[in-house]
């Protein structure tokens, strides 16, 4: 199935059908007055190809990734996130995937994230879900747990204060930031209290119960967080995890916690959604996790239902050595695609313009680009990468007069 659309039938200008983002043939007066050199590729690009996951089918590859924007109040959304991820739908993007939303009050990472911890959270996600499909657009949402980094302030406040830690009076939990072992991520962070086994059973299954919220809401595609430091991977590496007990110590007890998760929920969302789930791929730092690992644990997990790794790296420890460079983070990507049968695979970092992102899925090294800072810097990275490859595609109704003659650079 596609995104389902909820067009008012009183206003036809809402129609957006076919929906912003998806490749069209152009006619020939637009040919004639210059928006398009001619008709598309032949084969088309894979980039702007359709992508079918489970019952859905996403019209191209380039996906917001997730970004937290610390503008929630008590865990609820508010009118920026309706502007916020609006702005992504209506540009074309294919997939949205909402913002880490902690499955519990202390598994936020700052008092200013959003949660999915209670049924009251529902509505305002449904809303912005609702408009998500009314342009085409696969909305997901990516469930987390800031465990030993979280109660910390949000980045707008970084470098305003020595330390990271936000206070009670901020509405900070202090008392509640616990991990997998008592060990702070670094002195700026709190140090976490280690977690009983009944308070792992108690996270995993706020995690079942985020997902069937998320699920009510309308979400297509659920994502588990368990990358750049925070409590599912914080299990995984062996710098954060020094456990003696069947959550530590050896492979298969430091995956248990982000298995025993998936697990619980991919047997509460319908079989036809999807199932993410982000991934450190390195800690890039010795003996810390590895992308040996992550195959590994892509492979179990494939076989648990999981859909696609979204490869992403770092964030657990401070002594993290990172070669940053255009798409460096690509090739944990293309393991897992190649290395893992039956695993989808996305790409991530520092992939800025339309001829990277096309050259990743082209040459088959991820199957979908999730674009992050680009899409802060431009809203309308898909009609901008589009015109820059040549490809004619879909412009919003109400954004037509504004597209580019093929003549022109896109500003």
Not at 151 to 176: F, H, M, N, V
Not at 312 to 317: F, K, L, P, Q, R
Request: charged share 25%; aromatic share 10%; hydrophobic share 35%.
């Amino acid at each position: 199935m596609s995104p389902v659309k909820t067009t008012d039938p009183k206003n036809f200008y809402q129609d957006q059908n076919p929906a912003p983002g998806t490749a069209i043939e152009p006619t020939e007066l637009e040919i004639q007055q210059g928006f398009a050199n001619g008709k598309n590729p032949d084969p088309l690009p894979k980039l702007f190809q359709p992508l079918k996951i489970r019952g859905y089918t996403v019209k191209n590859r380039i996906w917001v990734s997730p970004m937290c924007m610390y503008s929630a109040k008590d865990g609820f959304t508010t009118n920026f996130h309706m502007s916020h991820y609006s702005q992504f739908a209506m540009r074309g993007a294919g997939l949205i995937m909402v913002e880490a939303t902690g499955v519990l009050p202390e598994g936020r990472i700052s008092p200013n994230c959003l949660g999915l911890w209670k049924d009251e959270h529902i509505d305002g996600l449904r809303e912005i879900v609702s408009h998500m499909h009314e342009y085409g657009t696969v909305a997901g949402i990516q469930l987390g747990h800031g465990g030993r980094k979280g109660s910390t302030i949000p980045l707008q406040l970084y470098g305003t204060r020595d330390s990271l830690r936000s206070t009670i009076e901020e509405g900070a939990w202090p008392d509640k930031v616990y991990g997998p072992s008592a060990i702070a991520y670094d002195e700026s962070h709190y140090t976490p209290k280690e977690m009983s086994l009944e308070q792992i059973k108690v996270v995993q299954q706020a995690f079942v119960d985020a997902a069937e919220r998320a699920d009510k809401a309308g979400f297509d595609v659920v994502e588990l967080h368990s990358a750049h430091g925070y409590l599912l991977f914080e299990f995984l590496s062996p710098l954060s995890n020094k456990r003696t007990d069947e959550y530590g110590g050896s492979f298969e007890n430091r995956t248990r916690m982000l298995i025993e998760v998936a697990r619980g929920v991919r047997k509460v969302l319908p079989e036809s959604k999807p199932l993410f789930v982000r991934i450190s791929s390195t800690d890039w730092v010795d003996g810390g996790w590895e992308i040996e690992d992550t195959i590994r644990l892509a492979k179990i997990l494939a076989s648990e239902g999981v859909d696609l790794f979204d490869c992403s790296s770092a964030g657990n420890d401070p002594r993290q050595k990172i070669p940053l460079a255009p798409g460096y983070q690509v090739q944990f990507a293309t393991k897992v695609k190649n290395e893992v049968p039956g695993m989808l695979s996305g790409a991530v970092g520092l992939i800025t313009n339309g001829k990277i992102a096309s050259e990743v899925i082209e040459s088959d090294k991820a199957d979908a680009i999730f674009v992050a800072r680009e899409f802060l810097r431009n809203p309308s990275f898909v009609l901008s990468s589009a015109h820059e490859l040549g490809i004619n595609i879909k412009w919003p109704n109400q954004y037509e007069r504004g597209r580019l003659k093929t003549k022109y650079s896109f500003v």
